[in-house]
């Protein structure tokens, strides 16, 4: 049997390690370079013969469904397995849909990952067992809309600020409402929810953050178009007015999108923990925060999340760190118009 050149690119030098030992246990397999990151890989690609990729797709200076693209064009001889730890279906799916021959969750036996080199070196496609099931029962985001009760904006509204822990007066400011007319329309989302308290509505809308979400056809308010699949789209930005206005924008050209709000980065992460936004646009400056910083932890907890910073000062600097730190534009806020929101669109399903 033909000897199979193996890379492994792992940012964790004990789980190279792990991986170098389970592949020299088979006799064909030689690996022939180890690197920690996206640089080092796409640099060991460009110099090295290989027949196999194990590559963690969460590593420093490297975007995962980019680079298996490029990868799978430049050197489509190469199969490549992913050994991960993360077992996102859309993370996943994601990078399958890419080219990747295989998904190895790193939490399983090294006799399973043997197993899977094998069977992918054979022309065979490979995913851990423990995620079959959930691939098969994955749920799309319109589902998960159908399967919570319906609210009007103005409830989702003051769900949202109860999330924020704002209490009533507040809430009455915020809205221009006298705090009677919010004690009002609290009792009415109570029993929607079918809860009787704050705290219960808060537990509520913690299991439910779907309930948080508004359709692109409500925020355009436009005659109902068929799409092809719902997008998950989070907006953040700490202008309540903006992101209305964004949200209205999107709407129109993707009626079907699931649109989420925040106005705060803690906000921001308890939401893409939650829901796994395929896009999300991101103001550098939120109040005293630093947007750009929230980005790069946005691509920890959500790696397939698609990432525009928006800026009212598009300057220089900004847009170099914003470089870095993955995202797929940097926008001023001036000139997003219908046509580069649809470009932004297209990119992110694809």
Known sequence: MPETKVLIADDHTVVRAGLRNALEALSNFKIVQEVGNGTELMNALANTSIDLLLMD????????????????????????????????????????????????????????????????????????????????????????????????????????????????????????????????????????????????????????????????????????????????????????????QLGRLIGKIYPSSVVYEAESIAEALSLSKQVQPQLAFIDVFLNDEDGIQFARKLKTTSPLTHIVIISAYPDREFRKQAQSAGVIAFLDKKDLDKESMRQIIEDALQ
């Open 57 to 244: 797709a969460s590593m420093p200076e490297f975007e995962p469904i980019s680079a298996v693209r490029k990868i799978k064009a430049e050197y489509p001889k190469i199969k490549i397995l992913i050994v991960s730890a993360y077992d996102d279906e859309s993370y996943v799916l994601g990078l399958l849909r890419a080219g990747a021959n295989g998904y190895h969750m790193k939490d399983q036996p090294l006799s399973d990952l043997q197993l899977a080199t094998q069977r992918i070196m054979n022309g065979d496609r490979w995913i851990s067992g423990n995620l079959i099931d959930r691939l098969i029962n994955r749920r799309t985001p319109t589902a998960q809309l159908s399967n919570t009760p319906w609210l009007t904006p103005r409830q989702r509204e003051l769900l949202r600020l109860i999330s924020q822990g704002v209490d009533n007066r507040n809430i009455a400011l915020t809205l221009d409402l006298s705090v009677k007319t919010v004690e009002n329309h609290l009792t009415a989302l109570y029993r929607v929810l079918g809860v009787d308290s704050r705290l219960k509505a808060l537990n509520y809308v913690l299991r439910h953050p779907e309930l948080l979400a508004s359709s692109g056809q409500e925020m355009a308010d436009s005659n109902p178009k068929e799409t092809a699949e719902a997008l998950t789209i989070l907006i953040v930005d700490d202008n309540a007015r903006y992101r209305q």
